[in-house]
């Protein structure tokens, strides 16, 4: 591993990304097959977090803990950050206690500047602009059940969000095809999808969701409003109508197509209840392979 923290899938190498792929499958087998781990004893990793979590708090706190290591949940109200006191300062301070942070911010900036003052690894567990953790998981789902990244296409229907972009700089990274469909003005960040492309990324914007979803091996959907959005929840729900995946939209894709969704889901909105428990579903694999993807990052990056 060539980086020393996580903040973009787009500044790890593809070698980076298969050496966390290939770590986590193996630490997976080895829970599975009830083999203790003691990587990570006596070190800890603070989690601070700004939003809520079901996924990313759980699968971390006992991520560190099945390595034989400890976590610390700073919640919104415990370090205020960037109100009680400055990130370079909490960045320094908490290098002083711990062996890695992850956070989970709203502005991108606070994780580029907790990395920038931190002399421990720093994590991203999601900003505004970007999840990679989400897509690691993610990546290790489809190689299990697929057996290879390279040459797959993901249609993802919805929001240029944080997942979609963490989705382009993934996909661009392991040579899979990126299409999204979304409503005009829902687009995503020109600047990511200008780099993937310059990488030699295949990125598709269109509009028309059954355009998109024909022949896709992969239909992955996220939230049509995002946390921290709630205030345009229904301004949005008006402009995503049409942008379901259900099962006249998943009857486009292959006839293999994994379903995938980062969760939490809005039933009915961005997807059915019953595309979510169709038989192409990964959903609940993505979230227990977050737990696995992130002990692989937190060894790799902390040992
Ligand atoms: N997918 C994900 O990050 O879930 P949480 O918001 O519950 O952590
Ligand atoms: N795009 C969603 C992802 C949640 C895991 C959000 O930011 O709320």
């Not at 999601?126 to 990679?132: A, G, Q």
Request: glycine share 8%.
């Amino acid at each position: 591993m060539h980086q020393k923290h996580i903040v973009s899938l787009s500044l790890l190498s593809t070698e980076d990304i298969r050496e966390i792929l290939e770590t986590a499958a193996n630490l997976k087998l080895e829970l599975r097959a009830g083999v203790k781990h003691d990587m990570l004893a006596g070190k800890a990793l603070a989690m601070i977090f700004q939003k809520p979590s079901l996924r990313t708090r759980v699968s971390f706190e006992n991520g560190m803990s099945q390595l034989g290591g400890h976590a610390i949940y700073l919640g919104p109200d415990d370090i205020k950050l960037a109100k009680r006191e400055t990130t370079e300062d909490i960045a320094i301070v908490l290098s002083g206690y711990v062996d890695g942070i992850m956070a989970r911010v709203f502005e991108h900036q606070t994780i580029v500047d907790l990395a920038k003052y931190a002399s421990v690894p720093v994590i991203n567990g999601l900003s505004d602009l970007l999840h990679p953790c989400q897509i690691l998981g993610d990546m290790l789902t489809i190689m299990e059940k697929k057996g290879e990244l390279s040459g797959l296409t993901l249609t993802f229907i919805g929001d240029g969000n944080n997942v979609a972009h963490s989705l382009i700089n993934g996909c661009t990274k392991m040579g899979m095809g990126f299409r999204i469909a979304c409503p005009k003005g829902y687009e995503p960040d020109q600047e990511i999808v200008e780099a993937a492309r310059k990488a030699g990324g295949s990125v598709e914007i269109l509009h028309d969701p059954k355009e998109a979803a024909r022949g896709a091996d992969i239909l992955y959907t996220d939230v049509w409003a995002s946390m921290g959005q709630e205030a345009q929840a229904a301004e949005k729900k008006h402009a995503f109508n049409g942008f379901t995946v259900d099962e006249a939209l998943l009857a486009l894709a292959d006839s293999e197509a994994l379903v995938m969704h980062c969760l939490p889901a809005h039933y009915g909105e961005e997807i059915t209840y019953e595309a979510s428990r169709s038989r192409g579903s990964a959903i609940f694999d993505q979230a227990e392979n977050r737990m696995h993807a992130q002990k692989s990052v937190l060894v790799l990056l902390m040992t």
